[in-house]
């Protein structure tokens, strides 16, 4: 998880950051979603208020539900 810090408008920020989402998933604050989710890759990306978190999980038939699971437990703890 990184702070935003810029002096563009956060709506700016979001926008562009979200724009490589390929599948949104709901529950992960602000907005975010799948950047990839392959056979063996998954990456989410999403925003909380200022906070922008890309969780990357590579690995043979790595399980994209739980990915997900893992995903919004952060979210929840941000």
Same mark, same amino acid.
């Given at each position: 998880?990184?702070?935003? =810090?810029?002096?563009?408008? $956060? !709506? $700016?920020?979001?926008?562009?950051?979200? =724009?490589?989402?390929?599948?949104?998933?709901?529950?992960?604050?602000?907005?975010?979603? *799948?950047?990839?989710?392959?056979?063996?890759?998954? !990456?989410?990306? *999403?925003? =909380?208020?200022?906070?922008?978190?890309?969780? !990357?999980?590579?690995?043979?038939? $790595?399980?994209?539900?739980? $990915?997900?699971?893992?995903?919004? =437990?952060?979210?929840?703890?941000?």
């Amino acid at each position: 998880a990184q702070e935003l =810090k810029a002096t563009a408008p $956060v !709506s $700016v920020i979001k926008a562009a950051m979200l =724009k490589d989402v390929i599948e949104k998933i709901d529950g992960l604050g602000d907005g975010g979603g *799948f950047e990839t989710k392959t056979a063996d890759a998954v !990456s989410i990306t *999403f925003i =909380k208020g200022s906070t922008v978190v890309l969780l !990357s999980v590579s690995a043979t038939g $790595v399980n994209a539900d739980a $990915v997900v699971a893992a995903a919004k =437990k952060i979210a929840n703890g941000i």
